[in-house]
């Protein structure tokens, strides 16, 4: 767990989100999803999670993809406002078998999304989640459990 102050648009509690996604919304091997969270680091609401390619990256176009997949999550294009506000936070999960060691193709989708990232949204980061456990591919932690169920 991340041991310094939270910036709004880090998870609380990523392990939550995580048993949330297996328990009610079918996490499983092979289905990576991208979610939205509401005051990800106060109480941390899942409002819409919507499955993704995550092997999507930096190919010319990959950003329509992402762009489809964020609207897809009920978000509208960004306005500027006078007024500070605070902005739900999109969390790309990965969901594979092997190791919770990040691979390179784990980070492919973070490209296409900062470029998409038209929306009224934060990008937070990509979390991993295999048989082995999980981790947060950018702040570096992660634990045993959750974890998803062997597809072996």
Not at 5 to 26: F, K, M, Q, V, Y
Not at 91 to 117: E, K, Q, S
Request: charged letters at 20%; glycine letters at 8%; proline letters at 6%.
């Amino acid at each position: 767990m991340k041991m310094d102050a939270l910036d709004h648009w880090d998870l609380r509690d990523p392990a939550a989100l995580l048993r949330e996604l297996i328990t009610s919304h079918g996490l499983v091997t092979g289905v990576s999803m991208l979610t939205l969270v509401d005051n990800p680091s106060g109480d941390q609401r899942l409002r819409a999670c919507v499955p993704f390619d995550t092997s999507i990256g930096s190919a010319w176009g990959d950003d329509d993809a992402a762009e489809l997949a964020m609207s897809r999550l009920g978000l509208k294009q960004w306005e500027f406002e006078c007024e500070p506000k605070f902005f739900p936070t999109v969390f790309p999960v990965i969901a594979r078998d092997g190791r919770c060691v990040a691979r390179r193709g784990d980070f492919a989708m973070t490209h296409a999304l900062r470029y998409a990232n038209g929306f009224s949204a934060f990008t937070g980061s990509p979390l991993l989640i295999t048989p082995s456990g999980w981790c947060d591919l950018f702040e570096r932690f992660g634990a045993a459990t959750p974890a998803l169920a062997d597809s072996a």
